[in-house]
């Protein structure tokens, strides 16, 4: 330690100066060392404060000034970074009502909803000139829908002998009536000229509506139109027509689903259920999936029924239980 004293002339760490050599060599034997260390800190120390002042102003000032902007966004309601551009709305009344009698149960629902927005997916584009322009019911909005689901235990135990073979047999079903799906329009020609970008697939150019009514074919298995396709003509250049993007309704729902299945029981827990189920057991066609009526005036097709849910499929199911 003497040789390192000795031969070493210590470097303030806080000043960068060089120390007495009287400071290196005996500070282990002099206190007054410590002394003349300590002024030499009080003498620099300023410096030293200064650059961790200099610091701190560097980290503090710009995290007050983001603050003050942020603050000042938020009251302006816009934001150089985004803005919210739309919001939906949606309002229901639900009813459900249960009974159970002897064998038979059902359960019945009864919903009357309108579900509200600007657009309804990220295909779907927002006009940028003015966000409500294209207010409307939602493409997924269902006004009515009502269903009723069923279970009766049938009285074949008591009418035939009771045994396995006649006892467990039970018929179920559901029952759905629902208005349609919204028409979504739309037009394909970019009059508006805001051409349509990435997912936004949907142009946000609308038809224009002459005002002398939809006219709604209650039957579009006819093969005709759905709506009255003359009252609607392209939007002129650099306009984007005057008709809502969703104004009215498609076909609704009229469905009925049902199974036959019969439970034997062997031990206490082991069990075989046997189902017969048939889906659309009336084979009603169905047209109520999303955009099953052509909405977009650019197609050959305008207001013409291009889809429909399957026909009645039937399938039978097994179950062990054990």
């Not at 034997?264 to 017969?276: D, M």
Request: aromatic share 12%.
């Amino acid at each position: 330690m003497d040789w390192f004293a000795q031969n070493t002339r210590g470097v303030s760490l806080i000043t960068g100066r060089a120390a007495p050599e009287k400071t290196m060599k005996h500070h282990i034997l002099d206190p007054q060392v410590d002394y003349d260390y300590t002024n030499l800190c009080a003498e620099d120390g300023w410096q030293m404060q200064d650059r961790q002042s200099a610091v701190n102003n560097v980290v503090v000032v710009p995290v007050i000034l983001f603050a003050i902007i942020a603050v000042l966004v938020l009251l302006a309601g816009h934001s150089a970074f985004g803005q919210a551009v739309s919001n939906s709305k949606y309002n229901g009344l639900e009813v459900t009502m249960k009974r159970t009698t002897g064998p038979l149960t059902f359960l019945a629902s009864y919903t009357y909803s309108k579900s509200y927005d600007q657009t309804s997916s990220i295909q779907e584009q927002v006009d940028p000139y003015n966000y409500h322009a294209l207010d409307g019911v939602s493409a997924f909005d269902l006004k009515h829908n009502f269903v009723v689901s069923h279970n009766y235990d049938l009285p074949t135990g008591r009418i035939l002998p009771s045994n396995r073979l006649t006892q467990g047999w039970a018929l179920s079903g559901v029952t759905r009536f629902a208005s349609g799906l919204p028409v979504t329009f739309a037009s394909s020609s970019d009059n508006y000229l805001v051409q349509n970008n990435g997912v936004n697939a949907t142009s946000i150019d609308m038809p224009n509506y002459d005002g002398s009514g939809y006219k709604i074919n209650h039957n579009p298995r006819n093969g005709r139109p759905y709506f009255n396709t003359a009252a609607f003509t392209p939007d002129a250049l650099g306009t984007q027509g005057n008709s809502r993007r969703r104004m009215f309704y498609g076909p609704g729902i009229d469905n009925n689903d049902m199974a036959m299945h019969k439970v034997t029981k062997f031990t206490e827990g082991r069990s075989l259920e046997l189902r017969l189920e048939m889906f659309n057991v009336f084979n009603h066609a169905q047209f109520y999936p999303n955009g099953s009526v052509d909405g977009n005036i650019g197609d050959s097709s305008f207001g013409h029924v291009l889809r429909a849910a399957d026909p009645r499929i039937g399938q039978i199911a097994a179950k062990f239980t054990f």
